[in-house]
């Protein structure tokens, strides 16, 4: 049976360490979540609060107060969104080392053919 690349096997393994290395940093956000910063005056000041989003059909609801830009909730929150962002993009890059991986054990026979010259 052929078989991919060792080489691409490692690396398919640290991308999988990668993301279980990152989920246990934290607790991940779900998809369609994200935050969101909006101004409000009061008193002649300006003050910026964040709010908790989440996208559905086209449309946002709002989910959870988080107090004032930076405030401990909303730097959870963007910390949980980077990570989801980080996980997103590791699980992409897995994607496209698994169809690699895949088109490489399908073309093997390309690959491990004699190109010498034939012999008389």
Known sequence: MPTSSPNLAAEK?????HIEAIRK???VAPALYFV???PTVSKGKTYHYARLLKEKNGKQSM???LGRENSSKHQDWRRRIARREAIVELEQ????????MQ???ERSHLVDR????PEE
């Open 63 to 65: 989910v959870a107060r």
């Open 93 to 100: 890059q897995l994607k496209l080392l698994d169809e690699l």
């Open 13 to 17: 393994e640290c991308l999988l360490q």
């Open 36 to 38: 969101s910063i909006a």
């Open 25 to 27: 940093t934290g607790q």
């Open 114 to 117: 004699d190109f010498g010259e």
């Open 103 to 105: 088109r490489q054990q």
